[in-house]
């Protein structure tokens, strides 16, 4: 039997027959294989992103996490296999190369680049124009026209409203708002009240830091004064304390401005039919106000009664047309009437002479 089994090995046609089956089954092993393999490769991408994607979201992207969700993605395409080896191989280095590339481009861990901005390229400027210039002016004597108009009878009412700073309330205000003080002179502001004047809205802006009227006037240092504040306290600050606050400031700007003449204007009246508040009450205040100065004892600080100025006789109201609109408020003709009764009384108490 065993020379036989030789006999048969040493036949080359039995070789010739094994060889050929071995070919053919190798090549029908490779043909299935790759079939498998077209089958799946839309797939498989598919599957290992979504997957991946998944995986990112609820972790951290840790090795042992990946791992995970390969073995998840492997075990599901194995299913739809028909061998579970092979399937296995080809869906393991898949996924393995899904998951590399997504770590490696997805917007969560990919840096966001500025965007580069181009200077655009440099124009041409325009060409200049010289043109001749204009022949001068022909000599004159007249003076530059003033920039604020100029009121009063007095022959001092130049100098006077030249040097003229304003404090007070929306009504003092007008002195400016009307061009009747250089601008830069306006130190009044709407609403404020002797019981208001240092809070944070009312206060000024100067080259030396931020302060109330005191501080304003002390940086300033004018020569001649003009106060009118008291509509915004007779409703709601008791008269002896709108005083005293009145008196205070007073004291207080006189030891910044030593040589500073003051002239305390007089609360102005309302009209007839005005009922922001009474006459009758703006003339008490009015009274306390002039008591207090006289009380001052000081020749640089003067009582003026701008309520005289603008009421009417008859009524003790604000006179006919010399409201803006709203009764309370004075029209610009009522700013001159103001100013040139002011300049007069300057005249009686020797203010030209005091400013020097």
């Known amino acids: 039997m065993k020379a036989k089994i030789i006999k048969l090995l040493k036949n080359p046609i039995l070789w010739v027959i094994l060889l050929t089956a071995a070919a053919a089954a190798v090549i029908f092993a490779f043909t299935v294989t790759n079939r498998h393999s077209d089958n799946n490769i839309d797939s498989l991408p598919v599957i290992a992103t979504a997957t991946t994607e998944a995986t990112t979201s609820t972790t951290t ?7 995970a969700t390969t073995s998840a993605a492997t075990a599901t395409s194995s299913a ?3 061998s579970a080896t092979t399937s296995s191989t080809v869906m393991t280095a898949s996924t393995t190369e899904a998951i590399t590339y997504s770590a490696v481009t997805h917007p969560a861990t990919s840096p966001i680049q500025p965007p580069v901005y181009t200077a655009a390229p440099p124009t041409t400027p325009p060409a200049v124009v010289t043109t001749a210039a204009p022949p001068p002016p022909p000599p004159t004597t007249t003076m530059p026209p003033s920039p604020y108009t100029q009121v009063g009878e007095s022959p001092n009412s130049s100098f006077y409203q030249q040097r ?8 003092a205000n007008g002195f400016g ?3 009747f003080i250089p601008k830069e002179h306006n130190l009044a502001k709407g609403s404020l009240s002797m ?6 809205q009312f206060l000024y802006y100067t080259p030396a830091g931020q302060t109330d009227f005191i501080g304003a006037v002390a940086y300033y240092q004018p020569q001649l004064l003009y106060m009118s504040l008291g509509m915004n306290d007779v409703n709601w600050n008791p008269v002896d304390k709108w005083v005293n606050t009145y008196r205070n400031a007073i004291n207080s700007m006189l030891a910044k401005v030593p040589n500073m003449n003051i002239v305390v204007g007089a609360i102005t009246p309302i009209d007839y039919n005005g009922t922001f508040t009474s006459n009758a009450k703006i003339r008490q205040y009015n009274e306390a ?3 207090m100065v006289e009380g001052l004892g000081s020749p640089r600080v003067h009582y003026f009664d701008a309520y005289s100025v603008v009421a009417d006789p008859a009524t003790l109201a604000l006179k006919s047309g010399n409201s803006s609109g709203d009764g ?3 029209s610009p003709n009522c700013y001159k009437q103001v100013l040139n009764a002011m300049f007069n009384f300057m005249d009686t108490i020797s203010m030209r002479e005091q400013i020097g």
Not at 61 to 67: I, L, M
Not at 164 to 171: A, K, P, T
């Open 61 to 67: 992207g840790s090795t042992t996490t990946s791992a």
């Open 80 to 82: 739809t296999t028909s």
């Open 164 to 171: 003229l700073f304003i404090v007070g309330d929306s009504i």
């Open 177 to 179: 708002a009307y061009g």
């Open 195 to 200: 019981a208001n004047y240092t809070w944070s």
């Open 289 to 291: 106000l002039k008591t």
């Open 328 to 330: 309370i408020h004075l």
